[in-house]
């Protein structure tokens, strides 16, 4: 079964530690991104990659890190400079250019207490 | 800057009865407008989409309408089930180049009463 595979689905961390949320996909597709939701606030790109070893900052980069190692393979870590790590992060693939829906992962609910 | 917006935080309607559900744009160099639905801590799921070069685009009992001299798109569902209520996420895109990337609205809560 082809498809896109966060995990966990629920992770809680102490604040202060930087945290890594997995995502995979073996939909053979070149473009990975991830969102974030926020109640209220719909879905707001933090980053995404186009292309194996290369990634490009989305609308809300600050305090988050990642790293395109694989075409598999997006992973997102939640440093300690994100000021509000708490929301549901959405990973999501596509086959650029972005003309075409994008399968997204089940999400994570990230709480940082 | 929200450039894709969705007024409407919640609707609800009664089984059997149409559901509009409306979106906002305001970058005209958006060429590409998708519906996506969405339930409690799941992601979204592909509904249907739209190519700025036409103005509507049906799909069983979802068809979305695009005015483009509004900036206006809007997803009708007819007949609604109770299993269509979930959160509505309107999305567009810029086609092309390395920059290409999905910008989404607040979303729709949508309730649909047996």
């Known amino acids: 079964d082809g498809g896109i595979t966060q995990s966990p689905k629920y992770l809680f961390r102490k604040e202060g530690q930087n945290v890594t949320l997995s995502c995979e996909q073996n939909l053979n597709h070149d473009a990975m991104y991830w969102y974030r939701q926020d109640p209220g606030q719909g879905l707001r790109l933090i980053y995404y990659s186009q292309i194996v070893n290369d990634f490009q900052k989305g609308d809300i980069a600050e305090g988050y890190s990642v790293s395109r190692e694989k075409k598999e393979s997006f992973p997102l870590t939640v440093t300690s400079a994100q000021k509000n790590p708490t929301a549901f992060y959405l990973c999501?693939?596509?086959?650029?250019?972005?003309?075409?829906?994008?399968?997204f992962g089940q999400g994570t609910r990230l709480t940082v207490v | 800057d929200q450039q894709v917006k969705q007024n409407s935080p919640s609707l609800s309607v009664q089984e059997g009865r149409i559901s509009i559900l409306n979106c906002d744009y305001t970058?005209?160099?958006?060429?590409?407008f998708l519906w996506y639905k969405k339930y409690p801590a799941e992601g979204p799921t592909f509904l249907i989409s739209?190519?700025?070069?036409?103005d509507k685009n049906e799909d069983g009992r979802f068809t979305v309408f695009l005015n483009k001299s509004a900036k206006h798109l809007s997803l009708h569902i007819v007949p609604s089930q109770p299993g269509d209520s979930a959160v509505y996420f309107c999305?567009?895109?810029?086609?092309?180049?390395?920059?290409?990337?999905?910008?989404f609205g607040t979303g729709t809560l949508l309730a649909v009463q047996p």
């Open positions: 739209i190519s700025s070069i036409k």
């Open positions: 999501a693939s596509s086959i650029p250019p972005l003309n075409t829906e994008a399968f």
């Open positions: 999305a567009a895109s810029q086609g092309g180049g390395a920059t290409n990337k999905l910008i």
């Open positions: 970058n005209s160099m958006f060429d590409y």
